[in-house]
């Protein structure tokens, strides 16, 4: 691998795990394996760095009918919790919060989360839709992540089967008021 590989593998990696103002340019070398000196060249800045490294990398919507996909969003979400991985959701709320361009996050974070849903939801409100469940899961996601409730005491499941229904309404189209 090159050093140039090394050092865009390294910032991708420390962006994702940490804050952006908590990650250095001395951090970065040592992950890669390079001086600071060559990661400022190769690299360029921590800034463009951060911009190169596509610090929003949501995970593939799951391939269930539509029907299911609440639950199915609801699983992924915990199930990565329960494994320890890193909870994209939350990560990307964090560089909103801490990054050096909360608008080019904004517009990843839109692009990568919101509009793959919406192109996958039925009817002329599926991009309002996309918005509440990608915001309910980022909420689920929150909670769980940095709260670390409501896990205790075997919640879980019952957080999973209530947030799965919650989801699922968001997920299914209204009928209109005409039809009731």
């Not at 909870?87 to 990307?92: G, I, K, N, W």
């Not at 839109?110 to 509009?115: E, Q, T």
């Not at 839709?129 to 896990?151: K, Q, S, Y």
Request: aromatic share 4%.
């Amino acid at each position: 691998m090159s050093s140039a590989q090394a050092i865009l593998d390294a910032s991708r990696a420390l962006f994702a795990e940490h804050a952006y103002p908590d990650v250095t340019i001395r951090d970065i070398a040592a992950r890669a394996g390079v001086s600071p000196a060559l990661v400022m060249k190769c690299g360029g800045s921590k800034k463009e760095l951060f911009r190169r490294t596509g610090t929003i990398a949501p995970p593939a919507l799951p391939d269930v009918p539509h029907a299911d996909l609440g639950a199915a969003l609801v699983d992924d979400l915990i199930g990565r919790h329960e494994r320890g991985e890193i909870e994209h959701l939350v990560r990307a709320l964090n560089l909103r919060i801490t990054g050096p361009e909360p608008a080019e996050v904004r517009a990843r974070f839109l692009a990568g989360y919101v509009d793959p849903l919406a192109a996958v939801l039925h009817g002329p409100d599926a991009a309002v839709r996309a918005e509440l469940v990608v915001g309910a899961l980022t909420g689920l996601a929150a909670v769980l992540r940095m709260l670390r409730t409501p896990a205790a005491g075997g919640a879980l499941e019952l957080v999973r089967d209530h947030y799965a229904r919650a989801i699922q309404l968001l997920i299914t189209p209204r009928r209109s008021m005409a039809t009731h």
